[in-house]
């Protein structure tokens, strides 16, 4: 066997052992473990890279450029502003509103919905469902209402509101940073679909549920951190000041939302080990181990001649259409983080990335396993004995998930570029 042909086996077998490892890796995102292990999407995607990092001889700092730092910065910031959030009392103070409004069940679903979805659009939706569904739970008890269509409609409006801006989940931030997308850009495409989104929700919601609105459960009492007037408006002042910021200015959104957070750490009275004990570190380790698989199996073209091969069959993943409609169903499969990040190659300018994000975020409401916020949700909820099955949760989200997908492609298909 000559050089060359030593050569060239060795690189075969390197891009096969790379293919390997990404397989097993988004195998794992479907099922969500590994049959005989005890491991979960995080310690797949980290398992992942390792792996790669050890075939494809990759020096530690190699690996570290695969990950995009800035992603990261963001996703961490808004962690720690979600935490000053919760820990001041403000969800606390929202609740407590909430609890003496005298409104007919029907518009007290539509508050919920509304305001998850605008909390969501500003803070990052799973942490806004992990803090609101508690509190939610117990509003329920004291109302006798039944809570299993607030808590869907709390999902379903914090996925909906989310999808508003580059700042409402994980991978809206992701795909916000690859590509650089203005940020008052970006709301107005995805304005419509979550305003018509959110009576959709509501309408389907109420009339799925409507004469079964109550149901006699004991009261639950649910511990909350205590309202500080003067954190939550820390938390509020800064907030609006990086928003304003993200529209107005042209300035680094990581830099920007670092500052943020820093700020909020110098405190008196909120220590950093309560604030950073609120930082989600499985996700971000997710989005590291994934980085690298990505990133290596891109680098390997495998990806160039399977886009290759279906581009002879008509089939252009980098077209707004086949985009679409394959972000929502691989959201659906292996959820909409590592469908984003795994699609993030094909969105090359601000219009796919902003279609990529609506479609990949809206697409999270069809199924549990479509969005982290949903399987929050459904967690909080058994922790207090209220099952809310996949045929439940299916009957309302399946057509709210495919309505919003509906007006989002036709109000993207007609929106000048």
Avoid at 100 to 123: D, H, K, N, Q, T
Wanted: aromatic share 10%; hydrophobic share 55%.
């Amino acid at each position: 066997m000559t050089r060359l042909s030593k050569y060239r086996l060795v690189k075969f077998i390197m891009a096969l052992s790379v293919l390997c490892v990404f397989i097993l890796v988004y195998l794992g995102m479907i099922l969500g473990n590994l049959p005989g292990l005890a491991l979960d999407r995080t310690g797949i995607a980290l398992l992942g890279a390792i792996a790669i990092i050890i075939l494809q001889n990759l020096s530690l700092k190699d690996a570290v450029m695969d990950i995009d730092a800035s992603s990261l910065a963001i996703l961490f910031s808004f962690m720690i502003i979600s935490a000053q959030f919760y820990f001041s009392g403000f969800y606390t103070y929202v609740s407590q509103r909430m609890e003496r409004w005298e409104i007919s069940p029907s518009y007290f679903l539509l508050a919920i919905i509304c305001i998850s979805g605008i909390l969501s659009a500003v803070l990052i939706n799973d942490i806004v469902c992990l803090a609101m569904a508690p509190l939610l739970i117990q509003i329920c008890s004291k109302k006798k209402l039944d809570p299993v269509p607030f808590l869907i409609g709390l999902a379903c409006g914090s996925n909906i509101g989310s999808a508003l801006t580059l700042i409402g989940n994980p991978q809206n931030m992701l795909i916000g940073q690859l590509l650089n997308i203005p940020f008052a850009q970006y709301m107005l495409k995805a304005s419509v679909p979550c305003l018509v989104g959110t009576f959709i929700t509501w309408q389907i919601i109420s009339w799925q549920t409507q004469g079964r609105w109550y149901k006699d459960n004991h009261e639950i009492e649910v511990k909350s951190p205590l309202v500080d007037p003067w954190q939550c408006g820390k938390g509020i002042i800064v907030l609006i000041l990086l928003l304003t910021a993200f529209l107005t200015l042209d300035v680094p959104r990581d830099h920007a939302s670092l500052i943020a957070a820093g700020f909020l750490l110098l405190s008196r009275q909120m220590a950093s080990r309560t604030m950073l004990s609120f930082i989600d570190w499985q996700l971000l380790v997710l989005f590291v181990g994934l980085f690298i698989v990505n990133q290596e199996f891109n680098q390997s073209k495998i990806l160039q001649s399977l886009v290759g091969t279906l581009k002879d069959q008509d089939i252009n993943l980098y077209a707004p259409a086949p985009l679409f409609i394959l972000s929502a169903l691989l959201s659906n499969l292996i959820s909409n983080v590592p469908a984003v990040m795994l699609l993030a190659p094909f969105a090359t300018d601000d219009f796919t990335g902003s279609l990529l994000a609506i479609s990949s975020t809206l697409a999270g409401n069809m199924f549990i396993l479509g969005s982290i916020a949903n399987i929050i949700v459904i967690n909080q909820a058994a922790n207090f004995g209220i099952n809310i099955t996949w045929k439940t949760h299916l009957a309302v989200d399946l057509p709210v998930s495919l309505t919003t997908l509906g007006v989002a492609g036709l109000w993207l298909y007609f929106l000048p570029r």
